[in-house]
């Protein structure tokens, strides 16, 4: 192959030994096929099993694979960011995720589009072979965000997508540390595209991205890329106001008209709840906005890379 890589297959994997195997023959015979030169970056996101020796092993075997090895579990997003930034194709970066859900074999369509003139190829699911909430809890999320968001994310899309270099290098100088790889790439704008795809059920074991993750995810969507929370708490407090300013008049009236005296207790529990609950939620809105204010002022880098593999060379 040439030296300089035209496309790079980017996938993060953590805890991926059962389907290494299956994943590395499919990107073998993709490659094979191709007539484009083509480097894969693997990174290991600290696995706990032999995921890390399998990447060592292929990248000293074989040239077109470079293993990028963090020094500790980062997380999915942070992953992919390594990755991204450890990447040479020239001309586009094809981002996967290593347990196949999302096929490698569509590059030669989605490079097909990016021709056309398209900086960014993404996917979108028509259909997932995963379990009943988990589809739900997907499709309701990208539609709730979709209608708070002040950028135009598509729906039904995640990380698996085609982006062009010039895309890449404006995602590599996007220092914020919550990510939310999906919102910076169409928060970037150029020409964006959908592809439709089926996507697969895992090729083997259990998905490692838990349900508290999935949430985190979310709240990166939703703080990151919305007015929405600040906004609904200014709403909720005039709500709250003319509520209060309705119960008051009440009061007045049946005291001065109907000679009524409301029960003292029954009226101050209510004022006190109302009013406890809204400023509990305004401060866990707030809390969250100055906890992402404070870890970015911290200024660490996203991720610590332990060890890199290129064309059999350490780094």
Known sequence: MSKIPQVSIVAPLYNESESFPMLVQRINALMDASPLAIEVVLIDDGSRDDTALKIRQLALTDERYH???????????????????????????????????????????????????????????????????????????????????????????GDFALISRRVVDVLNKMPEESRYLRGMRSWIGFKQVGFEYERDARAAGESKYSFKQLFQLAYNGIFNFSEFPIKFMSRVGVTAILISLFYFIVVVVKKMFFA??????????????????????????????????FFQSKNRPLFIIKEEIVNREYI
Request: no cysteine.
């Open 260 to 293: 009524q005296v409301i029960e003292g207790f029954t009226s101050l529990l209510f004022v006190i709840i109302l009013f406890s609950g809204v400023q509990l939620l305004a401060l866990g809105i707030i809390g969250e906005y100055v906890l992402r204010i």
């Open 67 to 157: 293993g990028v090895f963090l020094s500790r579990n980062h997380g999915h997003q942070l992953a992919l960011t390594a990755g991204i930034a450890a990447a040479r194709g020239t001309e586009a970066l094809f981002v996967i995720d290593g347990d196949l859900q999302d096929p490698p074999e569509l590059l030669p369509d989605f490079y097909k589009l990016m021709k056309e003139g398209n900086d960014v190829v993404y996917a979108v699911r028509k259909k997932r072979k995963e379990g009943f909430i988990k589809k739900m809890g997907y499709h309701f999320f990208y539609r709730i965000l979709r209608s708070i968001s002040y950028v135009e994310i598509p729906l039904d899309s």
